[in-house]
Nanobody, 114 residues
């Protein structure tokens, strides 16, 4: 499985960005796709995840501001980020998990200026 992330950039506080992650290869059903982020000097954290059935989960810090969604026909997961804050600045990486296998995409930088 290969993951290609895109959509990062520089945005002012209060602005919005949408990240995309397209998966290719041996995509099976019953998978979970996620977005993680890692800020400088901090541990990587789970931002949001979505199952192939559409069940979602969010970090408390992004609830109400971020929305994860997926298009199963395109094997693509999206992360819509609204009301961005400087503390959302990080490298965002997508992740695919199915059964006991997992894969990471390359990170995309999100920088929120105050």
């Amino acid at each position: 499985v290969q993951l290609q992330a895109s959509g990062g950039g520089l945005v002012q506080a209060g602005g919005s960005l949408t990240l995309s992650c397209a998966a290719s290869g041996s995509i099976g059903s019953g998978n979970t796709m996620s977005w993680f982020r890692q800020a400088p000097g901090k541990q990587r954290e789970l931002v949001a995840q979505i199952s192939s059935g559409g069940s979602t989960d969010y970090a408390d810090s992004v609830k109400g501001r971020f929305t994860i969604s997926r298009d199963n026909a395109k094997n693509t997961v999206y992360l819509r980020m609204n009301a961005l804050k400087p503390e959302d600045t990080a490298v965002y990486s997508c992740h695919y998990r199915r059964l006991f296998k997992s894969y990471w995409g390359q990170g995309t930088q999100v920088t929120v200026s105050s």
